[in-house]
Structure formats: C-alpha cells, structure tokens
C-alpha cells in the first residue's frame, strides 16, 4: 500500500509499479477484495491526495471538481447551490457509510451501470482531466463512459470539469424500494438557458448512460426561453414518452412486460424532472 | 457478566432502560454510563415473569465484543473451503483432487469417498449427500472440501479440484416435476396430503378464483455460517457452531463419522441470528471430517454467497384457490391446490406441508373444504424450515381470496372477514377441534378500530415519506394511500406426532442459581425467559444460563416456538422442585404443608405471615439441583383425507396495513402497520415487542423485496445488494394496538410464542392494502413494481 500526498507521487507510484491498483473510497473494490475475486499486487492510495478532495471554481463559468470529493461532501447545501442535480445524485447514492467514503472518481472509474453521478455528469457534458506519466489530458466524460476513450495505463482520473449552469437541474431515481438501493433507472437533467438547450442522459438502462438528443432538442424548441418556460402537461407527458421509446428499445414482439415496465418508468422519471425543473 | 452490569445500570429509570432493551444497546447513553450509585440500585431491577429484564448478552453483542463462531481461534487452527456445484443438476464423470493435494500448505482434501459412516444426512429424511459423488442435484452442492494452513490456500486448493460434468437438464418448474425424470431414487413427489372435508357436491353463491405466487424468501441471517472443529483425543471431535438444534446435528455428524453419538460433541455458540434452521450441514460435516482426519482444529467462515447457497429458503409456492360464498357474506366451501417447491432435497418440506394443508382456510369457519397438497422436488436451491412456514404461503392466498369475496359481494373486507372467523370449540379442516384461546374476532376488531395514521397534511412536503424514500422520485400527486388487512395462524411445537420434550436443570448454589438446558437463544430470548422463570418460583435475583452443548439432555431444535413453551415448562418444573426442596425442611420445623409457604420479592413468608425470612438467607451454604421434563399431549398425524389431531396449540394475528403506492412507478412504501395478537400471556414486554416488530419487518420483506431470484436453477445475486432485506426506510411503523392475554391451560404460563405468527400475517396485510391502493389483482409476493402499477382515475 503506497500513501501518495500528491497527484504527481500517485502517478509515479503507479509508474513504478503498474501491477498496483488506485484506490479511493474503496467501496466497491474492497468488497471485491473481501470476497476473493481480487488480489492486486499492490495498492496506490488516493486518500491523502489534498489537492483532488476539494472542488473549487474557474474562471471560464466551470467547476473543478477533485476525483476524491466523497459523495457526502457532495451532498451538501454550498455544493447543491450550484450543481443540484449533482448533490442530489450523490446523496442517493446509498447508505451514509457508502457516501462517506465512496468518490467522485470512483464513481467515474468504477462505470457501475448504476452509478448515480453518471448520468448527470453526462447531462452536464462534464470533461474529465486525466493526468498521467506523459502529462494531462481532458476527454469528455461520455466518450470515456462509452468506451471512446480509455484510462491509458498509468493514468488516473485527476478532476472533473462540470459547466456552470445557474438554471434547474434535476436527478431522479427509481429503485423499487423506501431505503437506499441501486437504481433500476435514474435520470438526470439539467437546464441550459445560454445555449437554449434541456439535456437528460437516463443510467441503468444501458451500459452507460443515454443521451436521447431527439427528445431533447424537440423539447427545448417548445420552451419559451425568455417567458415563463412553462410547458402543458402533455407535452411533459410527449417528452416522457419520446425519451423512454429512445431509451428503452423494442426487442422483439411481443414486447416483455419486464421493458414495458422499464420504459414507463423512465417516461414518468423524465416527465417529472422536467416538470421539477421548469417549475423550480 | 457485563450484561448485568448493564442491566443493574440502566435500571434507574424507566425510560432509560426501555430505550436500552428497545436499541439493544443504548449503553453508550450519558444516563446509562455504569457508575458507583448505579450498581446500588438493585431493587429496581426488572425480574420475573411479566417484566421487561433485558437480555445477559445485550450488551456484549452491541458493543462487538460477544465472541461468534466466526471469532474462534485454536492453537494451530487449519482453514477449510467447500467445493461447490456451479451447476443445478449434473453427472459427475469424475473427480481429480491430485492437483488441490499438491498445493503446498494443503493438508487434506475429503470427497465422498472419504466419508466413514453413513453417506447421506437429512433433518428429517437422510436423503442428502455428505458429498455429491454420482449428480449435483442443486447449485452449491458440496462435492469436496479442502483443510490448509491458509484460507485463500484452501479456496484456491477448492477451485483446483478438477470436476467433470455431464450437464443434465435441470428441473425448475415445480410443475413439471411430476412427469420429469425422478431427479433422486427416492422420486419426486416429497408429500402428497389430500385433505377431505364437509361435501364435495356444496357450492356457494358468490365464487371467486385465484391463481397465487409466493417467492423464495431466504433467512439472511446477518451472521453468515461458521464453525471450527476440534479433533478429540479419544477419537471424537468437537464442532463450535450456531446450532440452533444440537442433538439432532450431533447424531447426524455423529451417523457420517461413523463415530457413537457421545463422541461429537456440538457447542453452541451464539447464535448470530436465526428464523430458520441453522447451521449448513454442508460445512459443518466437511469440517468435523477434516478434523478427524488432520488431527488439526479446522475453522471455516462462510462467505455471504456460500450462505446464500447453502442454507435452505422458505418454500417458492404455486397456490390455486376457489372460495364459495352465500349472499351475506359466509364462507360455504373452500377448495384448495398447494404446490410447494422443496428444491433438491426433502428437509423438513413434509412438515410445511402439513401446515400449508391444514391452515388453507385461514382463521375462518369453513363447512366444506377440498384442498391437495404437494410438496415436490426440483433442482432449484433447497427449501426447509424458516418460520411460518406454510401458514404464511396459504395466508397471503387466502387473504386474497376473502378481499377478492368482499369486492365481489360489495362488502368491507373486514365486515367480511368478521362474519367467518374462527373461535374456540370451532373445527379446523383437519377435523381437529380449537381447544385454545381463538380471540380472532377480538384482534380483527381491534385492528380495524384503531385510528388510522395521519396524513402527512400538516408537515412540510419536503419532509414527506413518500414510496421511493428520501431523495427519491416520488410525487405527492402519483400516490394513493390503501389499507389492507390480514388474519393468521400458525402451530406452536411440532405437529403430527413429533415427540415434543425438553430437559431442564436448575441447580441454585448459595443463592446464584444456574438454568442447565440444551434450548438454544436463537434472539427469541429464550435464555432471558428460563431467567425470568427461575427469578419468579424462587424469588432469586442472580439467575445464569449455561452454555449449550450436546453433552446436556436434549431440548429440541429452536423452531415453532418450542422452548417458550417446552423448555419453559422444564425450567419451571425444575425451579419448583428446587423450590419444594427449600421449604420443605422450613415447612416440617412449622407443622405446615410447602404450599402454605409463599416466596415473594426475596422474602418466605407462611401464609399467616408468622414466619418470615429472606430467601438468601435460607439458601446460605446449600446446594440444590433438579432436573425435569416437559412433554405437552400427544398429536396424530394427518390421514389419507388430512384429518387428525396433528397440532399442539395454535397462535393467531390480525393486522391492518396501511401503504403509500406511487402508482405510476409502482413503488410502495408501508407506512403503518397496526397489529393485534394472541400472545397467551405477556411473559417480557419489551421483547415481546421486540419479536412482534422483528416478525413484522421480515414480513414485509416477504411482501416487498426478498427473493431469491434463480434462473435455470443457478442463484442470481447470492448478495445482500441483489437480496434486498429491509432497511430502517423500508421498516414500517409497527403499532401494538392490543395483546389478548386469554391463557392457553396446557402452555406453562399460558404463554402462546409470539415470532412466527406476525410474519405469517404481514405479506398477506400488505397485499391487500396495495389492492385497496391500486385496484390491482396484486396475486405475487414479493409485490414487484408492475404490479402495483395503476391508472390515475382507478
């Protein structure tokens, strides 16, 4: 176990020994690790790194955020001000001794299906600086989550560069359940009144998270960006519908009562967040 | 020790030792922080029956400090790994250990060639394999086991034992049994009960259909299975473990060593929780076969998959019901077919059977009733004892059926409800007549009388609770609020002419009196109680349970509320004879008979008060000891029509539930849940109410997330992340609304066990306020969300 204080130690660490594994919250690779599937040769750990726990702003309109933020940091109200749907997702990420601990980057890394930040950092077309033994990097976070772009070896997430967007955003999770539990589907959506745009990527369906731009931009051109941005509650019904049929596709005939379940579901998680958002 | 120390210490208020039973464990509190003052407080100390005296161990296990199984440690200790099946239903071609045997540190590996005595074990039926040897016959069969000096050297040793296959096709469909290919020489079908009541020819007016689902609800028990063994010096070995039936793991391990019975020796570690049989045969017998031949004490800490795998599950159960009804509302005729998927193995799926039959009708009065049961064997993951097993499958259909009755007859399903139930002196389908206390109606009403909960109307909307929990995707104008009810029972002690009997030793030295029995706390609180007994009949205040290990009489396994009222009635019986002991020499110096002198309060006093002394005073420098027994009245079993006298005693439940449905994602949340129960005779509140919330939050883990989902066989999930118990969020307010205290003669105490019935009963309350929510059918348990899914305008 190696205790790195500095971005650059933990990249030479890695360097000098390729075998060893990053770890952060460890959430999900301890549990790995408990349950014999996983033995690294060795553990570089993130812990100690000061520089990636904290978050701070730039000067362009964005927010740096450190890979070590825990969820629990991001969960709370000065945070929330600025990227809610953020803060939201990272307080429905689990129980308070999992959000304790587990991570931003972790998150990221880990590229769970379900991981609850994914979709909203998709919404938000967050970049991620990746820094590594040949310098920095930026790549935006759904080419990473798509496999587009990969973590060279040696490399690790630094921070997450997350736009600034002063408008609504919204995260919404169904789990089937009262108490924390891993999404069956989750959306997030945000509010981007400079560009005129509304952007929502659903997790959990997929892989990683979607992005149904049709739906998105046949929705933006209905809302009276300068007024009241009100929509009827047909449209927020149509948009629903438009997103979940992108989402969730037909896979054969007769469509499984398992999809068709799925697919409401997601219709109702993004009519009710643009509803939030345009109404909050 | 420390327990008491709690105990004495939190005692000097109410309030906070209500809080201590109630957290198990507030001992960290700035009020309940032992101190000087606080240990001279004794007098206050809750003892006997009808007090809330706290558990001896509360504290210990709150503060981690208890020592489990999985904490033992022996001077060189070897580690163990089963092998297990990845395969549902295979033949094995061969199986090569040479490669796991060359591993350096490996010491032994075991197949079932090495097994000396009998090869196959069972609880009930010896049809199980020590080892798999010719078919795998269930996922996480054992087929070897490895002993090395490492734990991560005996599960790699275990992963390189090389195993040939021929993959069979696994039988799933418990329907498709009965034609499939006999899956075990001893067939497929486990138990067939027919039972016959009344007229065939009888119909009702109103008729109502239904087809019922209940899924495979696993005991998750939070401890997972441990065990070490230590090899004897004459031969024999000794198992640490969580047994929750000694004697019977002793004979079994005893029957496969090919060893006399007084050469294993099971000690009873405690018990990290149990609502089902434990231990796992699978590990327990590798492990003592181990043992023997290492000559090495050999541990092994089951991973949550193997628990998973290993222990048995309540019983996956297909039900198809038809109710006949008259015009007002009376139950005419019930016909019934129960399907019970035992899995690999016949375990005890006779018994739940038996209980599936007899309580198809539920707490009702029903004239005519037709019902078949099977219970059948599939290569799905095994299926045994996890408490109420049986009643609570049948309850959750037949409670469907009485709201399906009321919907068709336009009636309140409790008006419903009350018009058919069951009383004493009434006749059960089995023909067997209620001789104990039956207050169904009393419960009903008083369930169905009590306030309902508030809407959250008056508070902040962004405090609201709703489906889906905090942070959640829940929208005040998507939920529907319903309520339900469900009435149950369940049989205390087992049925059909099981030999019912524990033995009890109380020996009180100088005052400190020590209970001897072989009564495993499984956390119903059995050792707390055998305390409270002894405290009552001898007016003693320190009161000790012996650790439990196979070298004392048997008491039976820890199911079906056995030792409250067996292994109670032991202890009770010894305490009164210690006691006649004691006053007889007292009563011969006065000229009076024993029963004219009274203990109460640390005090003898003869009945004209003339005679007074302190019972310590009289214990000063003597040494009692008795030993006695308690065996109820016999049972019968059910005949070729499912008649006879086959249960002890009975306990019922009646709750009303009230849920939240966010309707258009289908999530629900419980938000209350009022209970009313037939507890006999309230022996300790505070655990009394404990067991009744226990039993109630598992219920609603039935009705709402735990399955154990297997497809083809194979166990999906084998984790605490894919099985969902409930949490905190998910656990409903439990409301205590009424405890009949009506005495059951024959029960010492006229206590009825209290754990069972309330998990019986909650699956089906639940069901049927997401009925009233959604207008849905809601015929599945575990409620999935589709299924509770609705229009707006229903």
């Known amino acids: 176990m190696m205790l790195p204080a500095s971005l650059d130690e933990a990249v030479a660490a890695l360097a000098a020994m390729p075998a060893a594994v990053p770890v952060a919250g460890g959430t999900d690779l301890m549990a790995a690790v408990n349950a014999g599937l996983l033995r690294p040769a060795g553990l570089v750990s993130l812990g100690r790194i000061n520089e990636i726990r904290g978050w701070q702003y730039q000067e362009d309109g964005h927010a740096l955020l450190g890979a070590g933020l825990t969820h629990a940091r991001m969960g709370r109200p000065d945070f929330a001000a600025l990227m809610p749907a953020l803060a939201a997702a990272a307080r429905a990420a689990g129980p308070p001794q999992i959000r304790n601990a587990g991570t931003l980057g972790g998150n990221i890394a880990g590229a769970a299906p379900t991981g609850d930040t994914l979709p909203v950092l998709a919404a938000l077309e967050a970049a991620l600086v990746v820094v590594g033994p040949d310098g920095s990097r930026e790549i935006p976070v759904s080419y990473l989550l798509a496999g587009r772009e990969m973590l060279r070896p040696g490399e690790l997430i630094g921070f997450v560069r997350v736009p600034l967007l002063h408008a609504p955003q919204v995260f919404l999770k169904a789990t089937g359940r009262t108490g924390p539990g891993r999404a069956v589907a989750s959306v997030g959506l945000v509010l981007d009144p400079a560009r005129r745009g509304v952007r929502i990527a659903v997790g959990a369906v997929a892989p990683m998270p979607l992005r149904p731009l049709d739906a998105e931009q046949w929705v933006a051109s209905l809302i009276d960006w300068d007024g009241e941005r009100q929509l009827a509650p047909e449209a927020l019904e149509a948009f629903g519908d438009y997103v979940a049929a992108a989402c969730v596709p037909d896979q054969g005939e007769p469509v499984a009562p398992g999809v068709l379940h799925l697919r409401r579901t997601v219709a109702v998680l993004a009519r009710r967040a643009l509803g939030r958002a345009l109404t909050s | ?794």
């Open chain 2, 1 to 794: 020790m420390s327990g008491q120390d709690a105990a004495t210490a939190t005692s000097t208020t109410t309030v906070t030792f209500t809080t201590t039973t109630a957290a198990g464990g507030a001992a960290g509190t700035p009020g309940a922080a032992p101190g000087p003052g606080a240990e001279q407080a004794a007098p206050a100390v809750p003892r006997g029956i009808g007090a809330s005296v706290p558990a001896a161990d509360a504290r210990a296990k709150t503060e981690g400090t208890f020592p489990y199984a999985a904490d033992l440690w022996a001077e060189g200790l070897l580690w163990a790994a089963v092998l297990r099946s990845p395969h549902a239903h295979a033949r094995i071609l061969s199986v090569d250990t040479s490669a796991a045997e060359r591993m350096p540190g490996v010491r032994a590996v075991v197949t079932h060639a090495d097994v000396p005595g009998a090869t196959t074990h069972g609880r009930r039926i010896a049809d199980r394999p020590v080892f798999a040897h010719d078919v795998v016959r269930h996922h996480g069969e054992p087929i070897a086991a490895v002993a090395a000096d490492h734990p991560d050297t005996a599960r790699l040793a275990a992963a390189a034992i090389t195993v040939e296959y021929e993959l069979l096709e696994a039988v799933t469909d418990p329907e498709q049994a009965f034609a499939a290919p006999p899956l075990h020489p001893d067939g497929n079908l486990i138990r067939h009960i027919p039972l016959r009541y009344g007229d065939p020819e009888a119909t009702g007016e109103v008729v109502v259909e239904g087809l019922y689902r209940i899924g495979r609800q696993d005991p998750a028990p939070i401890g997972a299975e441990a065990g070490l063994a230590v090899p004897r010096p004459d031969g024999g070995v000794e198992i640490y473990t969580a047994s929750t039936d000694p004697h019977l793991d002793r004979d079994l391990a005893a029957a496969c060593f090919g060893l006399e019975p007084d050469r294993v020796r099971i000690v009873v570690t405690g018990v990290p929780g149990a609502t089902a049989d434990r231990e796992d045969a699978a590990f327990q017998l590798p492990l003592g076969l181990l043992a023997l031949r290492t000559g090495c004490p050999v541990k092994l800490a089951a991973t949550r998959e193997e628990s998973f795998l290993g222990h048995t599950h309540r019983h996956p159960t297909l039900l198809r019901y038809r109710h006949h009804a008259d015009a007002e509302g009376r139950l005419v005729k019930v016909e019934a077919q129960i399907l019970m998927d035992a899995g690999a193995y016949a375990d005890s799926s006779a018994e739940s059977l038996a209980a599936a039959v007899a309580f198809a009708c539920g707490p009702y009065v029903v004239p005519h009733a037709f019902v078949e049961g099977w219970a059948v064997r599939t290569n799905n993951p095994p299926s045994g004892h996890v408490r109420g097993e049986g009643a609570m499958q049948v309850c959750a259909a037949y409670e469907g059926q009485m709201d399906k009755l009321a919907a068709a007859l336009g009636m309140d399903g409790a008006e419903l409800r009350l018009r058919n139930v069951l009383a004493t002196g009434d006749l059960l389908p089995t023909g067997q007549t209620v001789t104990c206390p039956a207050p169904v109606a009393e419960l009903l009403r008083a369930v169905r009388d009590s306030e309902l909960p508030p809407l959250p109307k008056d508070t902040p909307e962004e405090e609201w609770l709703l489906p889906g929990g905090p942070e959640g995707a829940g929208e005040p104008g998507a939920v529907r609020r319903g309520v339900g009810y469900g009435v149950g029972m369940v049989h205390m002690l087992g049925a059909e002419g099981t030999d019912e009997v524990s033995t009890a030793t109380v020996k009180v030295v100088d005052g400190a009196a020590t209970v001897i029995c072989a009564a495993v706390d499984t956390g119903q609180g059995f050792a707390t109680l055998a305390r409270q007994i002894v405290q009552e009949v001898l007016g003693v205040e320190e009161v000790a349970t012996a650790p439990v290990d196979t070298d004392q009489p048997p008491a039976g396994p820890a199911a079906h509320g056995r030792h409250t009222w067996v292994s109670g009635g032991a202890v009770e019986r010894a305490a009164k004879m210690v006691r006649t002991q004691l006053l007889q020499p007292m009563a011969h110096k006065l000229g009076m008979s024993t029963e004219l002198l009274q203990v109460k309060d640390g005090r003898i006093t003869s009945y004209d008060g003339a005679f007074s002394t302190t019972v310590a005073e009289a214990m000063a420098g003597k040494e009692l000891w008795a030993t006695a027994q308690c065996r109820p009245h016999p049972t019968e079993p059910l005949d070729g029509d499912g008649q006879g006298d086959a249960f002890v005693g009975l306990a019922f439940c009646a709750i009303r539930a009230v849920v939240d449905v966010d309707i258009e994602l289908g999530t629900v949340r419980v938000v209350e849940l009022a209970v009313a129960q037939d507890v006999g005779c309230v022996l300790n509140p505070r655990q009394l109410e404990a067991r009744i919330e226990a039993g109630v939050t598992q219920g609603v883990g039935a009705a709402l997330t735990e399955n154990l989902r297997s497809v083809g066989g194979l166990v999906r999930h084998p984790d605490l992340t894919g099985y969902a118990l409930p949490t905190s969020l998910d656990a409903p307010t439990v409301r205590i609304v009424k405890l009949v205290e009506e005495r059951d003669v024959v029960a010492p105490f006229g206590a009825k066990a209290a754990s069972a019935v309330p998990v019986v009963t909650t699956p089906a309350a639940v069901a049927s306020a997401v009925r009233a929510a959604t207008g849905r059918p809601v015929n599945r348990l575990p409620i999935r969300p589709s299924a509770a899914v609705a229009a707006a305008n229903s």
